[in-house]
């Protein structure tokens, strides 16, 4: 009953490939976001999803698109991958509105671009 | 530009002493101050929130404190647990403009309580 998901928990990949991250949560939320954490350790927003609209979307390469299917899924395509890329990725929802209302996040996928 | 700090990478703390963890910020126009807590191979998980029209919040042994002159906030633990050992990440937030929960965030500080 994992509030939310994210698949896979690792990946590891070569330069130059394509892949996709998955995230599901089950909390009815209506509003998701996709965060890198680089080396240095900042969590940094890079999309958000309210009713399957893209609200936020920070300076981020084109590289990397967001896909929402539905309210329950947000998943992370990321196009030509390069060795910047590696990071832990997390997602995370949150019933969303103009107040900030806590954001739950997913256990996070490590990705380690060689 | 980073916006919101934690200026120490990491604190140790005796089992049952207080632990404090700083956070600074630049952007004027942050309200809403956020505490997370993250342990290893885990997401962060929402500690404790406070407003800027307030300047102190308490839940059980966690208290946040917010000085909005001096652009600082604090987490108090008082007692602190070994289970209390993680990362703490500092996160603000501005109501004002079309920002749907677009939070900013620390480095993190890594809080290590010693039983």
């Known amino acids: 009953d994992t509030a939310v998901s994210q698949t896979p928990k690792y990946l590891v990949t070569q330069m130059g490939n394509d892949k996709s991250i998955k995230c599901e949560q089950n909390?009815?939320?209506?509003?998701m976001y996709w965060y890198k954490q680089d080396s240095k350790k900042f969590l940094k927003i890079m999309f958000s999803?309210?009713?399957?609209?893209?609200?936020i979307n920070e300076t981020v390469p084109n590289r990397f698109s967001p896909k929402s299917p539905d309210k329950a899924h947000l998943n992370l395509h990321i196009n030509s991958l390069e060795l910047g890329d590696s990071a832990v990725y997390f997602c995370?929802?949150?019933?969303?509105?103009?107040?900030?209302?806590?954001?739950?996040f997913g256990p996070g996928t490590r990705l380690t671009v060689l | 530009d980073q916006q919101v700090k934690q200026n120490s990478p990491s604190l140790s703390v005796q089992e049952g002493r207080i632990s404090i963890l700083n956070c600074d910020y630049t952007n004027s126009m942050f309200d809403y101050f956020l505490w997370y807590k993250k342990y290893p191979a885990e997401g962060p998980t929402f500690l404790i929130s406070i407003s800027s029209i307030k300047d102190k919040n308490e839940d059980g042994r966690f208290t946040v404190f917010l000085n909005k002159s001096a652009k600082h906030l604090s987490l108090h633990i008082v007692p602190s647990q070994p289970g209390d050992s993680a990362v703490y990440f500092c996160?603000?937030?501005?109501?004002?403009?079309?920002?749907?929960?677009?939070?900013?965030f620390g480095q993190g500080t890594i809080l290590t309580v010693h039983p």
């Open positions: 996160a603000a937030y501005s109501a004002g403009g079309t920002s749907y929960g677009k939070l900013t």
């Open positions: 999803y309210n009713n399957k609209e893209l609200i």
């Open positions: 995370a929802s949150s019933q969303g509105g103009v107040l900030i209302n806590e954001q739950f």
């Open positions: 909390l009815g939320h209506d509003t």
